[in-house]
């Protein structure tokens, strides 16, 4: 025979999915974000959130074609909900603790990890040995997955729900092969207006770079286009072109010669930078936290390395 008190409390037990439905929404300030974030569909979110709603008697966002806010209602839930969720996540971090391995998710960009981490990873890996490092690359969008702690993305230093901590900026510089600048003979600035520029999905670094060193002549609007940065490099290198690349990021051609810079006094301080990104009022694992100190010991190398360049430009 059912319990009537028994059926009483369990009705008034509500999914957990729920509450992870409400923190996401809240954190991300869209359904839509949210959705992503949890790998469900948006009507699935709003469908946990209304359920939410109705066990709780109360109304948790205010809801608009632009901007999801919370409530002070949903304000005073998610406060209490915030570390009883951080609680939860210690706790799978002390079982991680007792395992013999450490599962650390990243999200960065493919000519990043190929410089950087992958290049200086043993580094971090002699301090903590357990860690198994996942990297999902990504160029020129955020995916981040709710098993990332962390991702190191180019950009501007803001991105929607998630606290940004600058890393590393680029001086970018005009580079190409010994052989296309022996050919097309780049002696003097204006020989840029008759070379074939290589362009990073658009127009929009030459675009900055020519505002600070006006040629006369170049036409910014043409030239080769890819879309990622090894691409770019690697156009340059076969001699297609010219590209602008971050000199951080060829410094290696250059020394090989596989690369040159024929005016290497014509540099810029990009306005973008590398950022690292994490979720905003979420702990982060020690693991994520020594990756990060790891990657800002790097970035500062190579910051010392390029101080010569003044970035007030």
């Known amino acids: 025979m059912n319990d009537p008190v028994s059926n009483k409390y369990v009705s008034r037990v509500p999914h957990l999915s729920w509450f992870m439905a409400f923190k996401a929404v809240a954190d991300k300030q869209s359904f839509t974000l949210a959705s992503r974030e949890l790998h469900l569909t948006q009507p699935a979110i709003s469908q946990q959130v209304s359920k939410l709603e109705s066990l709780l008697k109360t109304k948790l966002f205010f809801r608009s074609s632009r901007k999801v806010v919370m409530t002070e209602d949903g304000e005073r839930l998610y406060e209490k909900i915030n570390m ?7 706790i799978v971090d002390e079982f991680n603790e007792n395992s013999n391995s450490y599962n650390l998710n990243i999200e960065t960009e493919p000519v990043f990890s190929r410089l950087f981490i992958s290049k200086y990873l043993i580094e971090f890996l002699n301090s903590y040995n357990y860690v198994l490092v996942r990297q999902v690359l990504t160029t020129h969008h955020l995916d981040f997955l709710p098993e990332t702690e962390l991702a190191i993305k180019w950009g501007e230093g803001s991105w929607d729900g998630f606290d940004a901590q600058f890393l590393l900026g680029l001086n970018y510089v005009p580079v190409c092969s010994p052989q296309y600048a022996k050919e097309h003979n780049l002696v ?3 020989d840029l207006a008759k070379a074939v520029l290589i362009h ?10 020519h505002k600070h060193h006006p040629v006369q002549g170049i036409d910014i609007k043409k030239g080769h ?6 691409v770019v490099m690697s156009m340059a290198m076969a001699g297609l072109g010219v ?3 971050g000199y951080e990021l060829v ?3 250059l020394e090989r010669n596989d690369l040159i810079l024929p005016f290497p006094e014509l ?11 994490t979720r905003k009022n979420t702990m982060l694992s020690k693991e994520a936290i020594g990756f990060i100190n790891f990657l800002t010991k790097i970035s500062l190398s190579f910051d010392t390395d390029t101080n010569c360049w003044d970035s007030n430009e």
């Open 200 to 209: 990073e999905r658009d127009t929009t670094d030459w675009q900055y770079w």
């Open 251 to 253: 410094k290696e051609h």
């Open 225 to 230: 286009v890819a879309g990622e940065s090894d």
């Open 84 to 90: 009883p969720f951080n609680a939860l996540l210690n």
């Open 267 to 277: 540099h810029v301080r990009h306005h973008k930078a590398y950022y690292i990104l």
């Open 243 to 245: 590209a602008l690349c």
């Open 188 to 190: 003097t600035t204006s």
